[in-house]
């Protein structure tokens, strides 16, 4: 697929060959924004992928993502996790994180996973330091944080990134969008997105009722 360099920064490939993401051309957020590097783990090489579901601070003019991909195989004793990756998806976890069944509650922390090495040719695998209780195929898994004690999500998203971004450094640009306008995203064909994240018709961001999402293809 052709990308084009934007800048010195980062590798977007163009919103033309992205449309499918979306039923039409969302609204971007103006001002530019970086990812938020102190607060995330990011690294050289990693493509964050459109839709992904993203926190933005207009204050600092930081985007915080949401990192979320679905299993597609699980090893015997649970701890090596097979995602889903192309072509939709290019998972960005890192060493150190840990992840968990999405949308669980009230899980003690200290009992979840943590990411003890990555695999990322051929099939994108994480080795995990427990297996995650009950966790099938085709469940999401998300990064969790800790909250007195309580895992729980990083936080509600309010935006959505808008094109495939090829980090070329830490400082890369990204555009996002607050309000799909008139338009939808198309989850089929973005990471997954869980329930928690979406109000009580499944169809908009929980955070964001101007995020609205389509789960046919069109």
Same mark, same amino acid.
Do not use: W
């Given at each position: 697929?052709?990308?084009? /360099? !934007?800048?010195?920064?980062?590798?977007?490939?163009?919103? @033309?060959?992205q449309q499918s993401h979306f039923t039409g051309k969302p609204d971007i957020l103006p001002g530019g924004f970086t990812f938020d590097k102190e607060h995330q783990k990011l690294s050289v090489g990693d493509i964050v992928s459109a839709g992904?579901?993203?926190?933005?601070?207009?204050?600092?003019?930081?985007?915080?993502?949401? /990192? !979320?991909?679905?299993?597609?195989?699980?090893?015997?004793? @649970?701890?090596?996790?097979?995602?889903?990756?192309?072509?939709y998806n290019d998972p960005c976890f890192k060493v150190g994180e840990r992840v968990y069944k999405a949308d669980c509650t009230n899980v003690d922390f200290s009992t979840v996973p943590k990411i003890e090495k990555i695999k990322e040719t051929g099939v994108y695998v994480l080795y995990l330091s427990c297996p995650i209780p009950d966790l099938k195929?085709?469940?999401?898994?998300?990064?969790?944080?800790?909250?007195?004690?309580?895992?729980v999500e990083i936080g509600k998203a309010d935006c959505l990134t808008i094109r495939d971004i090829e980090?070329?450094?830490?400082?890369?640009?990204?555009?996002v969008t607050q309000s799909t306008g008139m338009f939808s995203a198309k989850e089929k064909l973005i990471p997954p997105i869980?329930?928690?994240?979406?109000?009580?018709?499944?169809k908009f961001l929980v955070a964001?009722?101007?995020?609205?999402?389509?789960?046919?293809?069109?």
């Open positions: 697929m052709l990308k084009t /360099k !934007t800048n010195m920064n980062i590798s977007n490939i163009p919103f @033309g060959c992904t579901l993203a926190i933005c601070d207009e204050l600092n003019r930081t985007i915080r993502i949401i /990192k !979320t991909a679905r299993v597609s195989n699980i090893s015997e004793d @649970g701890t090596k996790v097979e995602l889903c990756t192309y072509p195929e085709n469940d999401i898994i998300e990064q969790m944080v800790e909250s007195d004690g309580i895992a980090l070329t450094d830490l400082d890369a640009g990204v555009d869980p329930n928690s994240q979406k109000d009580p018709t499944g964001n009722p101007h995020i609205k999402l389509i789960s046919i293809l069109e």
